[in-house]
C-alpha cells in the first residue's frame, strides 16, 4: 500500500477523468465527497448531463472514532471483490463494481443515487413490497453458490484464504458477542437500563448460547457471507433492491447475515412503539415488517432448496432432505444472531438511528427496553426453531 | 518445486551427511529406504554406532497406485508443519522434527526404530497400558491449542491459511464421505458382502447423517488436525506412544481424529473374532480395546476441560458450562466419524491389515460385516450420545 493517499474532491475527480472510461472526454465534472459513513470516503462525480459515479476510499482508520484507531485498508479489496462475487451469482441486487483500485483501496460503484437507504427509509415508515422477496433471493443465491453444495472443495478453500479478513471479523467478534455480556468502556446504553444491563451480564445460560453463535462466527466457513447485512447497506426504491458496503465480507455462518436483516427489521419493528403515535397506522408498518420477515425466511428457504435441488455439485450433500436439514439449521442460526443484534445496538458501541433517533426520552427508553429483552429471548429459545414455521412463530410469540 | 528430485539410498545418505548435524564428522554412514506407506520413501540413515535419523520424502503421486495418480508435494510441508506445531504443546507424543526442507520435500525425524507401529502389535494382540492415557492427551493438547478457545482469532485465521491442503482433503472428502455410498470404481469389497452393501447405499437416513459429517469436514475449521489417525500413524512401545504422519493436516472438526482413532480400535475389536480361537484371550484381547476407548473418550474430556477451564482466551467461550457443551458435541462427532471410517475401510478403496489380514475368508466375511453394520449404527446413532458417558455406553450397545 505504499502508493496509498486519501482523496480529497480534487484528486477523486481526476482519477476518474483520467480512467477515461465513464465521461465523455470533454465533460464537464464535478465533485462531491458525502461519506457518512464510519470507515471511509465517498465521493459522487458527475458530469453536466446528470451522468454520476461513485468513488469509494477507505481510510487507514476508522472514521468515527479518529486516527487512534487504525483499520486495515485491504477492507477495500475484499468489499470489491464480495461485490463482484454476490454480483456474479445475483446481479440484479448487488451494487455493481466499475473499477477497482487495491493500492489506493478504492472502488468505482455505479451511482444508486436515484435510491434511498433502507433505515432512513423504514424510520420514515415507508415500505417497500419487493424487498422481501430480492431481499431473500440475494441472501439464498449468494449463499449457495459460495457454499459446499456447489463450489469445487479445492476452489472453497482457496477463497476461504482469499477473503480472510481478520482485522474487520475481529470488530464482529467483540461488538456482537463480547461487549455487551461484560462490563466494557465500548459499551454504551442509559443509566435506567442498568438493571436490565446487569440481569443480562448476570444470565449464564445466554453466554453459553452466545458462546455457541461466536464458535460459529469463528470457525463455521459454511459460504462468503456479506457480514453486515443491516438496513445501512441496503439501497431501495419503490422497485428494486441493491445491496452495498460488503466489507465485512468473509467465509462464515449462512444464518449470520440472515439473522443480521432479521435483527434490524425487528429493531425497526420495536422503535415505531415510538415513532407512530397512530395506532392503525403504527399496526400497518409493524405488520408489513413481520410481513416481510416472514417472507424473507419463507422465499429464502424455498429459494435456498431450488438451487441445492437443481445445483447441487457435492454427492454427498446431494442426499434427500439433507439440504432441508441444512437450511433449517441456517435458520436457527439466524433467530440466535438476530438476537446479537439486537443487543449489541442496544447496549454496545454502535446503536441504529431507528432507536437513537426517537427523540422522547422516555418512549426511547421503553423501547430500548423491549428490544434488549426481544434480544435476549431471541438467543435464548433460538434452538427450539426447528422449520420456518416454528422460527416466525417464534418472533410473533416474542414481539408481541 | 523446480528443484526437486526423488531420492535414492545414495542421494539420501549425502543429503543427510553434508547437513553435518547428526552424526560425526568421520561416521560410516549407511543408508536403507524401508518405506511401505503409499506416498512417499522412508530412509534410514545410520552410523557404526547405531545412531539413527529418519529422511522421509514426498513422491509426487501415490506410490500405491503409480505415477498415475499425481498428488502434490507441498504435503510435505503440511506434514512436518503440524508435527512442529503438535510438537510444541505436545512434545512427548509427537514425533520430533530435526530437519525440514520443502523444495525437495523432505523432513528428518527422530528415528523410532525402537518402537513398533500400532496396528501390527493390535494385530499380534500385544497391549498398551499407557497407549489410551497418552494418545488422549496428545488429541486434547493439540486441539485445544489450536482450537478459537486459545489462539487469537486473526493468529487462527493465518493459520487455517497456511494449513489449507486441498488435496489431501480431497482423498478424505472421496474415500471417507462418498464412495462407501455409492457405486464407485474405486469400492473394493467381496461380493457376498453386495447385498448389504447396496441396503447402505439406499439408506437414505445414513445419507443424511454422512451429508452432516461431511459438511463439518468442509465447513468447520475447529483446530489443527493431524487428519489421519489410524492405528499405522501411531508408534507405540510398553511405555511410550509418538504419533506420526499428520500429511494429511488441516483445520478441521476436532471429532475427526478421535473418531478416527476409535474407529480403528474398533475394527481391530471385531476383526479379534477372528484372529483369537481361544474365548478367554479374546475376551481379554477386546475388553482391553473398549477399555482403551473409554480412557480415551474419558481423559479426552477431562483434559479439554481442564485445560479450557485453565488457559480459554476468548471472553465468550469462557462462559461457564460452555466447554462442557463444546466437548460433547465433540465426541458426538467423534462417533460418527468413527462410523464412517469402519464404513470406508470395509467396502471403500483403502483397507485395514486387521480385517484383510485374516486368512480364513468365511471367518474374515463374518468381521466385515459386523465392521460395516457396526460403522452404519454409530453413523445412526451417534447424535444420541450426549456426553462421554452415553457415548461409551451407545458403543457397548452395539458391539454386543
Chains 1, 2 share one sequence.
Not at 413490497?129 to 430480492?134: A, D, H, I, K, V
Not at 433467530?335 to 426511547?364: C, K, N
Amino acid at each position: 500500500m505504499a502508493d496509498y493517499i486519501a482523496f480529497d474532491n480534487e484528486r477523486a475527480l481526476n482519477y476518474v477523468a483520467q480512467l477515461n472510461e465513464f465521461f465523455a472526454p470533454n465533460a464537464q465534472l464535478t465533485c462531491n465527497e458525502f461519506g457518512d459513513g464510519n470507515l471511509n470516503l465517498v465521493f459522487r462525480i458527475a458530469d453536466e448531463n446528470g451522468n454520476c459515479v461513485i468513488l469509494k476510499q477507505a481510510l487507514p482508520y476508522a472514521r468515527c472514532v479518529g486516527e487512534s484507531w487504525p483499520l486495515t485498508l485491504d477492507r477495500a479489496r475484499i468489499e470489491a471483490a464480495v461485490l463482484e462475487k454476490h454480483g456474479a451469482v445475483c446481479e440484479s441486487f448487488t451494487a455493481k463494481v466499475l473499477h477497482k483500485n487495491s493500492e489506493l483501496a478504492l472502488t468505482i460503484l455505479e451511482d444508486l443515487g436515484h435510491m434511498a437507504i433502507l433505515r432512513g427509509e423504514l424510520n420514515q415508515a415507508t415500505t417497500f413490497p419487493n424487498l422481501g422477496s430480492q431481499i431473500a433471493h440475494y441472501l439464498a443465491t449468494t449463499s449457495f453458490f459460495y457454499s459446499d453444495f456447489y463450489l469445487k472443495p479445492a476452489e472453497k478453500k482457496a477463497l476461504v484464504c482469499e477473503f480472510t479478513n481478520p482485522e474487520l471479523c475481529a470488530i464482529t467478534e467483540d461488538l456482537f458477542f463480547d461487549d455487551p455480556y461484560r462490563t466494557s468502556d465500548r459499551n454504551n446504553y442509559p443509566t435506567p437500563l442498568k438493571s436490565e444491563v446487569e440481569k443480562l451480564q448476570q444470565n449464564t445460560e445466554l453466554h453459553i448460547k452466545v458462546a455457541k453463535l461466536k464458535q460459529l462466527f469463528l470457525s463455521s466457513t459454511q459460504s462468503l457471507l456479506h457480514g453486515d447485512v443491516h438496513s445501512g447497506s441496503i439501497f431501495v426504491d419503490a422497485q428494486s433492491t441493491k445491496v452495498i458496503d460488503p466489507e465485512f465480507g468473509f467465509f462464515g455462518p449462512i444464518g449470520f447475515d440472515l439473522g443480521s436483516f432479521i435483527g434490524n427489521f425487528l429493531l425497526n419493528y420495536c422503535a415505531q412503539n415510538a415513532r407512530i403515535s397512530e395506532i392503525p397506522k403504527r399496526r400497518q408498518m409493524q405488520t408489513y415488517l413481520l410481513t416481510t420477515i416472514q417472507q424473507v425466511i419463507n422465499e429464502f428457504t424455498a429459494t435456498w432448496l431450488s438451487l441445492a435441488n437443481q445445483h447441487t455439485r457435492d454427492l454427498s450433500l446431494q442426499a434427500p432432505r439433507y439440504a432441508e436439514y441444512f437450511v433449517n439449521q441456517i435458520i436457527k442460526d439466524a433467530l440466535g444472531f438476530a438476537g446479537t443484534e439486537l443487543v449489541r445496538r442496544t447496549i454496545g458501541l454502535a446503536h441504529v438511528s431507528d432507536v437513537d433517533g426517537i427523540e422522547d426520552e422516555t418512549a426511547r427508553l421503553q423501547v430500548q427496553q423491549q428490544t434488549l429483552i426481544l434480544g435476549e429471548q431471541l438467543i435464548l429459545h433460538a434452538e427450539t426453531a426447528h422449520d420456518k414455521e416454528s422460527a416466525f412463530n417464534l418472533i410473533i410469540s416474542l414481539v408481541q
